[in-house]
């Protein structure tokens, strides 16, 4: 059987690894400079919902590649059914080139390069830093792929995963003229903060304010280092006329938690908005649809179909979803409800996300253990999940839980995707017990 042929697209994909939605200003920060995603959100799409699946380095990348779930489960059970759908085989047998760029100063699962046509490694040394050999990379692959006309470019960049190497002018941006506040003195006292460059994963001093808003700005010194990498990419595609004929994705594989919740790094699977919620932005050709931001839950499982459905190539079965129609606007949301899970050593997180609630449910791991209770949270009125109102809404609380577990077992089942219904029990509980019934669906009580 020919293999089928794609249309005419170029794609360039970021992963910005490690990047917190928390530190970008398109995204509600407010003091920290990131002009390129601010200008790649003003001419874009920005998905305000986009939650990982599983936000370790491996699993997203499973994801992305495989558009599958695959949760981390307590039981010694069969994988995932293997799916048949690899997105960067599916697109080499359609004709797209494919180019990796990866910054191998930072580990990374090494399945991810298996398979691209062309492989580039970034490498820090004395003469620059992995990003700028990385970008540098780019302009090379750009100048190659010239003649071609369909390729997709992943830009894979680690510059905000610690240990942080970040020029001496962001880090002044941020730490040289802090103000420190001296009750007893009748003038405040500037000082200079020192950088955490290479801040130890684990718990954190809830009371050490110092050292949390030094992480704080040392972090955000590298992201302002990584926009302008960004802005550079963008120059580059503009100095090539590329910019308004690729699709350019901006994404991250993961959040890092940086003490909101008494924990530094992928030490914890607390799935809170800092690891969960991630950036997802998108610049159509063109500019179509400038400015749009999508409201509807995403999650890495759908990359994976919208790179098909970009390159004109059927549907894989997969759990995703295709999310250009989110982006040129056609379709609300493509699903009910986001779900994440995570294992850390022997402990295991799962948790659920929908408009108006995070759910997180910690599980007992190989250890026999649990990590900590159950936890409900108010969305999007508690973005940073501080008010635990697990107690308030046991009724809800039970069927969020018996919905994520019912939506775990549903991905560990061949063929397509049947997640289980999400109601509105608290509502259903206010009818009259006769309506009440008639909105449960048969089968269920």
Same mark, same amino acid.
């Given at each position: 059987?020919?293999?089928?042929?794609?249309?005419?697209?170029?794609?360039?994909?970021?992963?910005?690894?490690?990047?917190?939605?928390?530190?970008v200003?398109?995204?509600?920060?407010?003091?920290?400079?990131?002009?390129a995603?601010d200008?790649?959100?003003?001419?874009?799409?920005?998905?305000?919902?986009?939650v990982a699946?599983q936000?370790?380095?491996?699993?997203a990348?499973?994801a992305?590649?495989?558009?599958?779930?695959?949760?981390?489960?307590?039981?010694?059970?069969?994988a995932?059914?293997?799916?048949?759908?690899?997105?960067?085989?599916?697109?080499?047998d359609?004709?797209?080139?494919?180019?990796?760029?990866i910054?191998?100063?930072?580990?990374?699962?090494a399945?991810?390069?298996?398979?691209w046509?062309v492989?580039?490694?970034?490498?820090?040394?004395?003469?620059?830093?992995a990003?700028?050999?990385?970008?540098?990379g780019?302009g090379?692959?750009?100048?190659?792929?010239?003649?071609?006309?369909?390729?997709?470019?992943?830009?894979?960049?680690?510059?905000?995963?610690?240990?942080?190497?970040?020029?001496?002018?962001?880090?002044?941006?941020?730490?040289?003229?802090?103000?420190?506040?001296d009750?007893?003195?009748d003038?405040?006292?500037?000082?200079?903060?020192?950088?955490?460059?290479d801040?130890?994963a684990?718990p954190?001093d809830p009371?050490?304010?110092l050292?949390?808003?030094?992480?704080q700005?040392?972090y955000?010194a590298?992201?302002?280092?990584?926009d302008?990498?960004?802005?550079?990419l963008?120059?580059?595609?503009e100095?090539?006329?590329?910019?308004?004929?690729?699709l350019?994705?901006?994404?991250?594989?993961?959040?890092l938690?940086?003490?909101?919740?008494?924990?530094?790094?992928?030490?914890?699977?607390?799935?809170?908005?800092?690891l969960?919620?991630?950036?997802?932005?998108?610049?159509?050709?063109? @500019?179509?649809?400038a400015g749009? $931001?999508? /409201?509807a839950?995403?999650? %890495?499982?759908? !990359?994976?179909?919208t790179l098909?459905? &970009?390159?004109?190539?059927?549907?894989?079965?997969?759990?995703?979803?295709?999310?250009?129609?989110?982006?040129?606007?056609p379709?609300?949301?493509?699903r009910?409800?986001?779900?994440?899970?995570?294992?850390?050593?022997?402990?295991?997180e799962?948790?659920?996300?929908?408009?108006e609630w995070?759910?997180?449910?910690?599980?007992?791991?190989?250890?026999?253990?649990a990590?900590?209770s159950?936890?409900?949270?108010v969305?999007?009125?508690?973005r940073?999940?501080?008010?635990?109102?697990?107690?308030?809404?046991?009724?809800?609380s039970?069927?969020?839980?018996?919905?994520?577990? @019912?939506?775990?077992?549903?991905? $560990?089942? /061949?063929?397509?995707l049947? %997640?289980?219904e !999400?109601?509105?029990?608290?509502?259903? &509980?206010?009818?009259?017990a006769?309506?009440?019934?008639?909105?449960?669906?048969?089968g269920?009580?």
């Amino acid at each position: 059987m020919p293999s089928l042929q794609s249309e005419s697209m170029k794609v360039v994909v970021v992963n910005a690894r490690g990047l917190h939605l928390g530190y970008v200003s398109a995204c509600g920060n407010e003091w920290i400079e990131t002009p390129a995603l601010d200008r790649l959100a003003a001419e874009g799409v920005v998905f305000d919902n986009h939650v990982a699946d599983q936000p370790d380095p491996a699993g997203a990348r499973r994801a992305w590649r495989g558009g599958r779930y695959d949760f981390p489960h307590p039981e010694e059970r069969p994988a995932v059914p293997e799916s048949s759908a690899d997105l960067v085989r599916l697109l080499k047998d359609a004709g797209v080139v494919t180019s990796l760029i990866i910054d191998t100063d930072r580990e990374s699962p090494a399945n991810f390069s298996d398979g691209w046509d062309v492989v580039m490694e970034a490498e820090a040394d004395d003469e620059a830093t992995a990003l700028e050999y990385a970008l540098e990379g780019a302009g090379q692959a750009l100048e190659s792929l010239a003649e071609t006309d369909s390729w997709l470019l992943w830009l894979e960049l680690a510059a905000l995963l610690p240990p942080w190497e970040v020029p001496e002018e962001f880090l002044e941006r941020y730490l040289a003229e802090q103000v420190e506040e001296d009750e007893e003195a009748d003038e405040s006292e500037a000082v200079a903060l020192a950088p955490l460059l290479d801040p130890s994963a684990g718990p954190v001093d809830p009371h050490d304010d110092l050292t949390f808003v030094r992480l704080q700005r040392s972090y955000a010194a590298a992201v302002s280092y990584l926009d302008a990498g960004l802005d550079l990419l963008l120059k580059e595609l503009e100095e090539r006329g590329l910019l308004d004929e690729v699709l350019l994705i901006v994404t991250t594989d993961h959040g890092l938690p940086l003490g909101e919740h008494g924990v530094v790094g992928l030490c914890r699977p607390w799935l809170h908005d800092e690891l969960t919620h991630l950036p997802l932005m998108m610049r159509l050709p063109k @500019g179509e649809q400038a400015g749009r $931001r999508v /409201l509807a839950l995403t999650q %890495p499982v759908d !990359l994976a179909p919208t790179l098909l459905a &970009a390159f004109g190539l059927p549907a894989a079965p997969v759990h995703g979803h295709d999310l250009l129609p989110l982006a040129r606007g056609p379709v609300a949301k493509v699903r009910d409800y986001a779900c994440s899970g995570l294992r850390v050593g022997k402990v295991i997180e799962w948790a659920l996300r929908s408009p108006e609630w995070a759910f997180l449910l910690p599980l007992r791991g190989d250890s026999g253990e649990a990590a900590r209770s159950a936890q409900l949270y108010v969305k999007p009125d508690d973005r940073w999940e501080l008010n635990d109102v697990l107690q308030h809404h046991p009724v809800l609380s039970e069927h969020l839980e018996a919905v994520l577990r @019912g939506f775990v077992e549903a991905t $560990r089942r /061949l063929g397509p995707l049947r %997640p289980p219904e !999400l109601r509105d029990v608290e509502a259903e &509980a206010a009818l009259p017990a006769e309506e009440a019934t008639e909105n449960i669906p048969e089968g269920e009580s």
